[in-house]
C-alpha cells in the first residue's frame, strides 16, 4: 500500500498520540482535554490559523497553500467524543475515566487527521486551503448538525467535505463507500405510561402500565410489518422498558424507549403518525395514559455521486484499486457527519482494520496500524483535489 513515506515515518508518534487520547475519553461537547491535546499538537505542527471553541469544544485550524486567496477550500473532518462505557480491554493504555471508553475509535479518527495535518503544513503541495474539522459529540448531541449552525461552512468558505470511519470486520486496509445514502437517519421515541398502582393480588383495583405497555410493544412491531413497503429500509427496535419494584406490587408508571431508524422521509412520517396513534389508541383500550415524545435526530448520510468517485479514485492511489469497494449496501447505522454533507457535496468511507471486536464493544481497540493509511488518504485527497500549480 503507497502510504506516504513522510507520514510512515513517524507512525509510531500518531500511535502514541491515539494511545493518549484513548486513556482520556470524554464525552459529548465537553471534549476540553481532548481539544487542547489537538490544539497543542496543531501548534507544535506549526499551524497558526486555529479557531477553538466551536460547538462548545469543537476546533476548525487551517492550512493555506499556493494561491490560498483565490482556491477553493476543501473540508477534512474527524469526531472526538467517547462513549459512556467500562472498558473491559486490559490494555496498558485503557481508559483511566471510569464508565468512559473510546470505544468508537473517534480517538483513531482524530490521530488520522492530526496525521494528515502534520504532513500537509509541511509540505503544502496543494493549492487553496484545507479546513481541518475536529467536532466533539458525535455519539450523542448532534455535534457535526451544532459546528454547520453556528456557521463553520459559510465562515470557512468550505467548498466540499470528507470523512473517515475506521471498520473493524472489514479486511485491514480496505476502503469502502458508496454514492448516494451510505448511513440511515436515527430517531428516538419515548413512551411515558400512567396508570394506577396496587396490589398485585387485587389487579381489578388498579390500571396496570405493564399490561399496556406489553401491548403497546406488540402494537409497535406491526408498523414495520403492516404499515410500510417492505422494500424500503425500516428498523425499529424497542430497546428498554422499565417499570415495577416488586413481585406483589402493580406499578404506577411504565416506560418505553427505543430507536427508529430510516432513509425515507415518507417512511420517517408513517412511523411518527403510528406511534402516536397507538398510544392514542391503546393508552384508552387498557384505562392507562400513554404519551410519545417522538425526538428526530441525525438525517441519513448521503454522498454525493461525484465526490464519492473522486474520493474512490483517491483512495485507489492509496490503498490499491483492489482494496477498495465504490458500491457497498447501505447500512442502518447513523452518523451526524450527515449534516455536513447536507450542507456541502463530500464522502463519507469506511476504512478496514482488519478482525478484532466490533464498535461499541468494551473489547474494542483501534487498530493504530490503519492510522498511516488514513492520514495519507485525507492528504491525497487535498493534493489530488486542489493540486500545486
Known sequence: ????????????????????????????FDCFETAAFVEGKLKEFGITEIHTGIAKTGIVALIRGQDADTSPVIGLRADMDALPMT????????????????????????????????????????????????????????????????????????????GIHNAPGVPFGEMQTTPGPIMAAVDTFHINITGVGGHGAMPHHSKDPVVAAVGIVQAIQTISSRNHYALND?????????????????????????TVRTFDKEVQAI??????????????????????????????????????????????????????????????????????????????LFLGAGEGPAVHNPKYNFNDEISPIGASFFARLVETAQPAK
Open 1 to 28: 500500500m503507497p502510504v506516504i513515506n513522510r507520514i510512515a515515518g513517524f507512525a509510531e508518534d500518531m500511535t502514541a498520540w491515539r494511545r493518549h487520547l484513548h486513556e482520556t475519553p470524554e464525552l459529548g
Open 87 to 162: 472498558e473491559e480491554t486490559g490494555l496498558p493504555y485503557a481508559s483511566k475515566v471510569e464508565g468512559k471508553m473510546h470505544a468508537c475509535g473517534h480517538d483513531g479518527h482524530t490521530t488520522m487527521l492530526l496525521g494528515a495535518a502534520k504532513y500537509l503544513n509541511e509540505t503544502k503541495n496543494f493549492s487553496g486551503t484545507v479546513a481541518l474539522i475536529f467536532q466533539p459529540a458525535e455519539e450523542d448531541g448532534g455535534g457535526g448538525g451544532v459546528m454547520v449552525e453556528e456557521g463553520v461552512m459559510d465562515r470557512f468558505n468550505i467548498k466540499e467535505v470528507y
Open 234 to 258: 425500516l428498523v425499529i427496535s424497542v430497546t428498554q422498558i422499565h417499570t415495577g419494584s416488586a413481585e406483589n406490587v402493580i406499578p404506577e408508571t411504565a416506560y418505553i424507549n427505543g
Open 271 to 348: 412511523v411518527m403518525l403510528r406511534m402516536q396513534e397507538i398510544c392514542n389508541g391503546m393508552g384508552p383500550a387498557y384505562g392507562v395514559e400513554a404519551k410519545l415524545d417522538y425526538e428526530v435526530w441525525y438525517p441519513a448520510t448521503v454522498n454525493d455521486a461525484a465526490k464519492t468517485a473522486f474520493a474512490a479514485d483517491v483512495a485507489r492511489d492509496v490503498v490499491g484499486a483492489d482494496n477498495v469497494l465504490d458500491d457497498i449496501s447501505r447500512e442502518m447505522g447513523a452518523e451526524d457527519f450527515s449534516y455536513m454533507l447536507e450542507a456541502r457535496p463530500g464522502a463519507y
